[in-house]
């Protein structure tokens, strides 16, 4: 009975990464990117950027900015949110009093309520309607980002061409620590290993949307029309849901690779990937329940294989053999998309440690909920508000 039971187990987790992993395959062939457009964008588009201590980051990010082609109409407002470390000076170096740039600094604390980032996003969009010219394109981009040349421009292409709401460009998440590569690979994972691209863009429905707060394209009269970020004030995934918002109110959001023309390095030590991820993980799946049952579920899907595959024999082993490489390819699957032509060996020695990801990624979930019952909850020196 018990070895039956293993068997059913092992096979049953098996299939489960199995299908994961052709889900991946899908979306490395039909997941859409961006492409350099072949003329000008006529249309005024405003490139907002929050920025709290980001003294050592803006400034590369001005410099893409500043080196962008094919978009003559664009404006770049940079917020400097009460920073501690020279951030405003920074950013007006890098700027060089390039008209194109503006920077404003604001010492004002968030409303109660509301996140810092919602917060200084609203005042930037504020800014953004301010004078004459009407915005027809706002994009809100974080400033630890990197931007190739023709990216703002492709976005507002892509944007057009599939007459969304929203496009979120997904920036190659670019790692250096063993903690970054264990987790950052996670964020692209998740969502390419469980939705078809084609069709989670294709619907208006709130549960297969996709979002990424480091690079988000809006149509300015959409994101006017459902609040802005005072719809999502208090939420620590403002990005995911800005988007089901929109859907929400009939209006089509996607996700596409930004592989190739935009990449973020998110974190830079294991203390800051710590602190980040338990700022928003409790709620990523809807609560503790949502939290237990995704992390049970994933848990049981990439961790029994190669359990199985280390300690069983015969056709448990097989099972747990076959389903942990179905592990592996999955998360090749998802990096080669993301990465693009970036993608290689380290790549794939991460994919191997994909159970090591889910176990570091389960210890991260329980910490985030550990860490909001208990109000300990920040970023950058701020407390997440409750909701």
Known sequence: MTERLSVRTTATTAVLATASAAVSLLNLRFTPGL??????????IVVCIPAR???????????????QRSCPDMQVIVLDDDSSDGTASAARAAAAGDPRIRIVTSRAAPPAGWTGKAAACAELARLADEGDAQTSLIMFVDADVRLAPDAVAAAARTLRQYDVALLCPWPEQLVGSIAERLVQPLLAWSWMSTLPVPVANSTLLPS????CGQFMAFDAAAYRAIGGHGCVAASATEDLDLARTLRQRGMSTAVVSGAGFVSCRMYRS????????SRWLWNEFGGPVGSITATLASAMIYLVPPMAALTASGSVRRLGLAGYLAGTVSRLAARRRESGPRFGVDDV??????????????????ESHVRRRRGSLTWKSRPSPRR
């Open 270 to 277: 294991a203390t800051d990937l710590r602190s980040g991820y």
């Open 349 to 366: 020695l991460d994919a191997a440690l994909h159970p090591v990801s889910i176990l570091a990624f389960t210890g991260l979930v329980a």
């Open 53 to 67: 201590d980001e003294l050592t980051t803006l400034p590369w990010l001005i410099g893409d900015l500043l080196r």
């Open 35 to 44: 492409s350099a457009p072949d003329r000008d964008v006529a249309e005024r």
């Open 208 to 211: 297969m949307a996709v979002a």
